[in-house]
Nanobody, 119 residues
Framework: QVQLVESGGGLVQPGGSLRLSCAAS????????MGWYRQAPGKQRELVAG???????YYAESVKGRFTISGDNSKNTVYLQMNSLKPEDTAVYYC?????????????WGQGTQVTVSS
């Protein structure tokens, strides 16, 4: 019903930047929130940043001041600008949206995109 397509991952050196994109499509009535999670090998998936339909944002302490989340409501797309990347940012990054399809609000996940920070 809702598909999320992520792009923008890759290999970058420490201190470098990447921009992730996530586009939602399908029978979407409205989007309540979108966010980015990440999961490193052997670790639990964690919320990195989120943005609400009102534009309010949330950031994990570990990325504050380095990552910026933004959205384009007209395109049902969310972006994550990642600057000053560190090796500990290496993970698979997943996009998640809470969207209304018909009368039901549900969570939908993207397939994930690998981000590797290494020299």
């Amino acid at each position: 019903q809702v598909q999320l397509v992520e792009s923008g991952g890759g290999l970058v050196q420490p201190g470098g930047s990447l921009r992730l994109s996530c586009a939602a499509s399908g029978s979407i009535f409205s989007i309540d929130a979108m966010g980015w999670y990440r999961q490193a090998p052997g670790k639990q998936r964690e919320l990195v940043a989120g943005i609400g339909s009102d534009g309010s944002t949330y950031y994990a302490e570990s990325v504050k001041g380095r990552f910026t989340i933004s959205g384009d409501n007209s395109k049902n797309t969310v972006y994550l600008q990642m600057n000053s990347l560190k090796p500990e940012d290496t993970a698979v990054y997943y996009c998640k949206t809470k969207a209304q399809v018909g009368l039901r609000s549900s969570d939908y996940w993207g397939q994930g995109t690998q981000v590797t920070v290494s020299s």
